[in-house]
Nanobody, 125 residues
Framework: VQLQASGGGLVQPGDSLRLSCAGS????????MAWFRQAPGKEREFISA????????YYSDSVKGRFTISRDAGRNTVYLQMNNLKPEDTAVYHC???????????????????WGQGTQVTVSS
């Protein structure tokens, strides 16, 4: 079972990027899917999640209104559309899948069973 994150890169402030997280080895369509990020010297932080299938979505306050999570069940892939990027968005972005995630753990690493290797996003002028 693997999650493969891609789509990162070096962009300027105000630019957009779309990250992809492709799953293999099992179907993730009914799982809770999430994105976390980790900046240098900081702990991994929750960014966004889509709870079990295509139901409710959740965002951290730092990205709400700028980032959008979506899912293509047919491709077993989750996306993170990131608009109006800021230097403080610079981090390694990880996707995660939770088979038994509940609302109290949706923003916590403990709520997820599978993790991707991460893709680097650098926002700099």
């Amino acid at each position: 079972v693997q999650l493969q994150a891609s789509g990162g890169g070096l962009v300027q402030p105000g630019d957009s990027l779309r990250l992809s997280c492709a799953g293999s080895g099992r179907t993730f369509s009914r799982d809770t899917m999430a994105w976390f990020r980790q900046a240098p010297g900081k702990e991994r932080e929750f960014i966004s999640a889509m709870f079990r299938g295509n139901t409710n979505t959740y965002y951290s306050d730092s990205v709400k209104g700028r980032f959008t999570i979506s899912r293509d069940a047919g491709r077993n892939t989750v996306y993170l559309q990131m608009n109006n990027l800021k230097p403080e968005d610079t981090a390694v972005y990880h996707c995660a899948a939770g088979t038994r995630t509940i609302l109290s753990t949706i923003r916590r690493e403990v709520g997820y069973d599978y993790w991707g290797q991460g893709t680097q996003v650098t926002v700099s002028s």
